[in-house]
């Protein structure tokens, strides 16, 4: 079987396809693109490196509420008493509040969770992110 022509044809369709990738990449250095490329990639695959996406951050503290509910705790108080020792009132979260891409302010799930040591020591207000956990008619106040 002669296949000469059909290699012939593969062969010039790679190289084209790698003349105009190196030609796009040339246009784009001398366009100044690659500034807005590389920015573009650091969002997308560094962005929440330096902390909690918000988002995220919510979906956690739902999670630790659920988790919360999965237990049988019986009255208010020890509810209650419990909750303040779950990861729904001890876990923090450092968020990004300013897109300069460092973690600006800690943030906790409700805010009763605060520690007052926190509030006094951080320079950065501790905030909340108002998740509110209710198991049955109570509702968990850390």
Known sequence: MDTKGL????????????????LVVIVTFFLG???NLTDSV???????T??????????NCDSFCEQLKSLNLGTTEDINKRASESAYCKSSFNIDTDNDGNADTLFYCIETAIPPIVQQENT???SHLDVECNIGATTITC
């Not at 650091?42 to 929440?48: D, L, N, P, W």
């Not at 330096?50 to 979906?59: F, K, M, P, V």
């Open 7 to 22: 290699e012939l044809s593969i062969n010039t369709i790679i190289i084209l396809v790698m003349v105009l990738v190196a």
């Open 33 to 35: 693109g690659f500034s």
């Open 42 to 48: 650091k969002r997308i695959f560094f962005g929440t």
């Open 50 to 59: 330096s902390g909690y996406d918000r988002t995220l951050a919510i979906q």
């Open 124 to 126: 950065n207000t501790p």
